[in-house]
Each structure stands twice: as structure tokens, then as C-alpha cells.
């Protein structure tokens, strides 16, 4: 069941950002929703868990958007195991813990994207305009982190979210 | 080290990086077709988006029912019930009224041209789920006869192109995604001619390729040159914001605004009839009756 959940989120968090986040979008920016979720993911359950999930969540956004398939799953695998790592566990249950992760994951996702995208010489052009929206991205995943972590931290720990072998 | 190498994990890694580079490679560039796990995954979303545009059109728009919330308490706070219900119906109805609008401009262009091209109407039922991307979800797809490349356009002007086909959804690649180029020239000289380009920025679209001696000025319009051989001749693209200098000196690039509004993109038309004057579509000669 709670395998599931964790597939659902993300799955849900496409089609949110394919459709009503399409609707609040700062500037044509939108938020990363399945990045949010594989940051939480690994802040909780550590680098190794967050780098699998990490990897089938950038997966289903790849498959969804059928090009360049792979970049979002290496990105955010690689987001996952670098958080996982550099997080250790420390002060899970803070949810400015939650925040700055997300904060520290968004430009790191950011950054990996664009190193793997060049060293697999895909066709991905970049401008000024890409950093500037990476901003905006920043400050929206942040504003939706804050209020999100809570809850997956709870939800994890006592509540639907709470992986089999936790408990 | 060595105990790093003999890690299974470690190889499980990289081998799984080494498939996933290769896929980069291979999907970066566009595909004669996408894969059936692709197929399943959209088919998937598109009841789910479809109700959802449903809904946002029946309440006209999310987005509209927020920021007029703090005046809709304010308005129930000073009116009757009946004059709120009242209000309510009116919104409902000039909805309807502007989708009826939308509808019949889309109706008029679609029989002023059938003469021209044959067309598809098609409703947008969901936009990116990224920054990087610029494509939206049509709720038309192979079974409706819709295939690979055929141009998008609104009666207002050039969309983009169908970029994948599912059963009965399109993806639909943006002008304004940077992955797309087309061929453009302007429609008061017609002699200028040059390639427009997505930027990220409020939707705007960059003109490049300009030659320096070209004359180009803020208000012009940038139509299809039909050069692309995607997209038919004679297509508004937008209207020329500014013009700049390459740090060449050789070229002009110009900033266009689209004619089409890609943030309230509701509607669209694709195109299935258009074949690009090419030199395989060329009629071919009469072959000469061979010797016996």
C-alpha cells in the first residue's frame, strides 16, 4: 500500500504541474513537485532509497514528456543521493530542515541537469533566461516545501506514507 | 578503492548510468514514434486532465475564482443571496459567452480556409509539467487522424507542431520552446527572411539570422516562410518588439511577441492536409515511354 503512495505522488504531481500549476505559474515558471517529493523521500529514508526513487520519479517525468529521456531521472537521482548524503539524518522532524533541503535540492538538480545534459551532448540550448527561471523555481518549490513537509514527515513516520520495514 | 570495484552496486550504477546517457542521446532529437510504455502513460493522464480543463472551463478558471474571492465575500457580505446567485449565473454565462466567441472564430477560420487546408479542431488539456519544455496536450490523436509534424495554428496565428501521437492524445511542441526553429520572413517586405526561436521569458520569441542590411523595425509582422517545410507559408507569427545587432556585426536577431496567446491557449487547429512543396512532392515528369 504504501508502495503505492510513494508512486502516486509523484504520478500525481505531473499531472497537478501539467494542469492546474499551469494556472499559477510565476512568469512561465512552475514548481517541481516530484522534486519536492524526492527531496523529502531522501531526507527521511537517507541517500541510498532516495537515489532509486530519485531515479524511477525523474523516470515517470521523462516518459510523460517523451524527450530527452533519462535527463530528469539522473538529475534527481543524483539530487536524492547528494541530499541524502549531505542531510544525515540530522533534525528530520524540522520542517525548515524540509525547506532547505528542497532549497538545496532545487539548485542542485538545477546544476546536475545542465552538467548531464551537455556531457550527453544533448540538443538542450541554454540562456540567460534558464538560470532566471531556475530562480523563480527556487522561491516556488520553497513556498510549497514549508507547508508539504510537515505533513510528509508525519505521514511518513506514524501515518500512511511509513515504509513496511520502519515499523 | 579496489573494494569499490568489486561492488556489486557500484556496476549496477554505472551500467544503469551508461543505459540512461545512451537513451539521452537517442530521445534528444525527435522520433518517428513514441514507445507504447509513452502511449499508456498519456492515454493514462488524459482522462484525468481532460476533467480537469472540463471543470476550470465550467467555473472559468481556477485562477479567476481566487482572485475575485475576496470581492465575492464582499459582494455576499452587502447583496442578497439572490443577487450573489444572480452574479454567479452571469459568470457562468459570459463563460459560455466568450467560449461561444472563441468557438465561432475558430468556425469562420476553419471555413475561410477549407479551401486551403484541411483542419482539426482540438481542445488543450494539459500544458508541460516542466520549465524546460514548452508543449501542451491536445485531445486528439491517432484515431482522430492526427500525425507526427502537422502544424498547430489558432486563427489568431502559428502554434507549433505536433511533436508525438498517443491514441487519442497529441503532444504539442510550442513556438516558443527552443527546441523548435521556424522559418520566417516579414510581411511587409517579404524579401526579409529568417529563422524564429523560443526564448524562456513571458512566451516572447527571437528572430536570428537577420541579414544587417535588412530592413526590420518594431511593429512589423513576422509570417511563415514556408522554407521550414512543417509549417505553410503566410502564417502570422507575431509582431517584431525590438531589434538588436549580433556581436558579429553581420546579423540582426529582433524580439517578436507571438499573435498568439500561449498562456491562454484553449483551442486549436491542426492542419492534416499540408504537404511541404519539396522536391519529392513535386509532380513528377511524364517517364518517357521506354524502347522496345
Redesign the interface.
Known amino acids: 500500500m504504501h508502495y503505492l503512495l510513494h508512486f502516486l505522488l509523484p504520478f500525481m504531481a505531473v499531472f497537478l504541474q501539467s494542469t492546474v500549476f499551469g494556472f499559477y505559474a510565476i512568469k512561465g515558471t512552475l514548481p517541481d513537485l516530484v522534486l519536492v517529493f524526492v527531496v523529502f523521500f531522501s531526507v527521511i529514508h537517507g541517500a541510498a532509497p532516495g537515489t532509486a526513487y530519485g531515479f524511477l520519479c525523474g523516470l515517470l517525468e521523462d516518459l510523460y514528456l517523451g524527450r530527452f529521456i533519462g535527463l530528469n531521472a539522473i538529475s534527481k537521482a543524483l539530487t536524492g543521493f547528494l541530499v541524502g548524503k549531505l542531510q544525515g539524518g540530522f533534525f528530520r522532524e524540522n520542517f525548515i530542515i524540509g525547506a532547505l533541503a528542497v532549497a538545496f535540492g532545487t539548485l542542485l538538480n538545477a546544476s546536475i541537469f545542465l552538467l548531464v545534459s551537455r556531457l550527453a551532448f544533448a540538443s538542450f540550448h541554454f540562456d540567460q533566461q534558464f538560470f532566471i527561471g531556475i530562480i523563480y523555481q527556487f522561491i516556488y518549490n520553497v513556498i510549497l516545501a514549508a507547508p508539504l513537509y510537515g505533513w510528509y514527515y508525519r505521514s511518513s513516520r506514524i501515518g500512511l506514507l511509513r515504509l513496511s520495514r520502519e515499523k | 578503492m579496489r573494494g569499490l570495484f568489486k561492488n556489486k552496486v557500484f556496476w549496477f550504477c554505472i551500467v544503469?548510468?551508461i543505459?540512461?546517457?545512451f537513451?539521452?542521446?537517442n530521445?534528444?532529437?525527435e522520433?518517428e514514434d513514441?514507445?507504447l510504455?509513452?502511449r499508456m502513460?498519456?492515454d493514462t493522464?488524459a482522462p484525468?486532465?481532460s476533467s480537469?480543463?472540463e471543470l476550470?472551463d465550467y467555473f472559468s478558471?481556477?485562477?479567476s475564482i481566487f482572485s475575485q474571492k475576496a470581492d465575492l465575500n464582499q459582494t455576499i457580505a452587502q447583496l442578497e443571496k439572490e443577487v450573489a446567485r444572480l452574479n454567479l449565473e452571469n459568470q457562468v454565462l459570459r463563460e459560455q459567452e466568450a467560449e461561444v466567441k472563441r468557438l465561432r472564430a475558430l468556425v469562420n477560420f476553419m471555413n475561410n480556409n477549407l479551401d486551403k487546408y484541411q483542419m482539426s479542431a482540438a481542445r488543450v488539456i494539459?500544458?508541460?509539467?516542466?520549465?524546460?519544455?514548452k508543449?501542451v496536450?491536445i485531445d486528439k490523436g491517432a484515431v482522430e487522424g492526427i500525425e507526427k509534424n502537422m502544424p498547430v495554428i489558432t486563427p489568431k496565428g502559428l502554434v507549433g507542431r505536433i511533436?508525438?501521437v498517443s491514441e487519442h492524445t497529441s503532444?504539442v511542441n510550442l513556438i516558443t520552446d527552443?527546441?523548435i526553429a521556424v522559418g520566417a520572413t516579414l510581411q511587409r517586405s517579404r524579401s526579409t527572411s529568417g529563422v524564429v526561436e523560443g526564448?524562456?521569458?513571458?512566451?516572447l520569441l527571437k528572430m536570428i539570422n537577420i541579414p544587417y542590411y535588412a530592413s526590420v523595425k518594431p511593429d512589423d509582422v513576422v509570417i511563415t516562410s514556408g522554407l521550414s517545410q512543417v509549417f505553410p507559408p503566410g502564417i502570422d507569427i507575431g509582431v517584431v518588439y525590438e531589434v538588436s545587432e549580433e556581436p558579429n556585426g553581420l546579423l540582426l536577431s529582433a524580439t517578436v511577441i507571438p499573435t498568439v496567446n500561449f498562456?491562454k491557449l484553449e483551442e486549436v487547429l491542426v492542419i492534416t492536409d499540408y504537404i511541404p512543396v519539396t522536391e519529392e512532392t513535386t509532380v513528377p515528369e511524364e517517364p518517357m515511354a521506354e524502347e522496345e
Not at chain 2, 199 to 203: A, D, F, S
Open positions: 544503469v548510468l543505459i540512461t546517457f537513451l539521452i542521446r530521445t534528444s532529437s522520433r513514441i514507445t510504455v509513452e502513460l498519456r493522464y484525468l486532465q480537469v480543463t476550470r478558471g481556477p485562477r494539459a500544458r508541460s509539467p516542466n520549465n524546460w519544455l508543449t496536450i511533436g508525438s503532444q527552443r527546441e526564448m524562456v521569458e513571458g512566451n498562456d
